[in-house]
């Protein structure tokens, strides 16, 4: 069986465990192939969690929940130094595992916040002075909630651009809850059903090559690069958004839409970028990267909605 071939049996897996968030279940697994990390926020019941965790069961490999609270220490992530029998000793934290799960990540304190940092734009981390590489695989995949911000730590933008997606979350359908209520009620009394690993780390890492092949025309980059410069001058594009933006997206965007439509093209099994890969990738791509004006909020204007209007106004090849 082909590495492709395997990735999509690994999707179809999620599938068979998560009722509906089809989004969801994508960009878990194109995050997967671009080795990038993943932020999922939503409302609280949104299967959240319980995605990231039926994805981690269907590799074969390490996996670590880190559930993050306000008394968080740095040490609790990166392993620290013991002293044992004379001798420092080096106890491994969560963080060399190769999926992490960083469940409520903005309810830990900045130090923790910068200790994930290194980790996930170096895929290395350093204490007492030493240095040490992560897997190859290492792989956050963060929870966000967007309710009961007090007491919470905002991510700060250099640390919400190392996650190559933003997804947001959205309540399931009628039909899917539907679904839900009898899954429920079946697992009640034939239990849930295993999940079993079915690709393991050399065939992810083998896929993450054949991605890094799949072809992307001068015309589609030279798209994604309008995309990316639209968000930093939208007033080239729309006149009433001369003032909308304080931030926009950086060259880092541009890269991350590039990797994930890469992703994508894969995942529908074929060997070409299109625009459509572009467009609907677009919102989780840059909706992280983008800091909205004052003038803009308090005219109750949101970044998804800045988002579609500037793929409304940039013409695709």
């Known amino acids: 069986m082909s590495n492709q071939a395997r990735i999509l049996e690994l999707r179809q897996a999620l599938a068979r465990v998560i009722v509906g968030q089809t989004t969801l279940l994508d960009r878990l697994v194109i995050g997967l192939l671009a080795d990038g990390h993943v932020l999922v926020e939503g409302l609280p019941g949104l299967a959240k969690t319980t995605a990231v965790k039926t994805l981690a069961a269907a ?20 392993g620290t130094d013991i002293y044992h029998e004379g001798q420092f000793e ?44 992560l897997p ?65 780390a050399a065939t992810v890492l083998a896929a993450r090559r054949e991605v890094q092949q799949v072809y992307v025309s001068d015309a589609v980059e030279a798209y994604i690069v309008a995309l990316v410069r639209a968000t930093r001058a939208p007033g080239n594009w729309r006149a009433d958004w001369v003032q909308a ?34 467009r609907d990738l677009a919102p989780d791509c840059l909706r992280h990267r983008i800091t909205l004006s004052l003038e803009s909020r308090l005219q109750e204007l949101d970044r998804d909605v800045f988002i579609a209007g500037l793929l409304d106004a940039v013409p695709a090849p």
């Open 59 to 78: 590799i074969h490999g390490s996996f670590r929940r880190i559930q993050f609270t306000p008394d968080l220490l740095p040490g609790d992530l990166t």
């Open 90 to 133: 080096f106890i491994e934290g969560p963080l060399f595992h190769e999926i992490i799960l960083a469940d409520e990540i903005n309810r830990a304190p900045a130090k923790v916040q910068a200790a994930l940092l290194e980790a996930m734009q170096e895929h290395q981390i350093t204490v007492g002075g030493v240095t040490r590489p």
């Open 136 to 200: 190859p695989l290492f792989m956050v995949m963060a929870t966000q909630n967007p309710l009961e911000q007090a007491g919470t730590y905002p991510l700060p933008e250099a640390q919400l651009d190392r996650f190559l997606l933003h997804v947001a979350l959205d309540y399931p359908s009628d039909a899917e809850e539907l679904d839900i209520l009898r899954r429920d009620r079946a697992h009640a009394t034939a239990g849930h059903p295993p999940v079993t690993a079915v690709v393991d």
């Open 245 to 278: 933006v304080e931030v926009g997206a950086s060259p880092r965007a541009s890269l991350a839409l590039l990797h994930a439509s890469a992703a994508r093209a894969y995942l529908q099994r074929r060997d070409y970028v299109t625009p459509d890969d572009v």
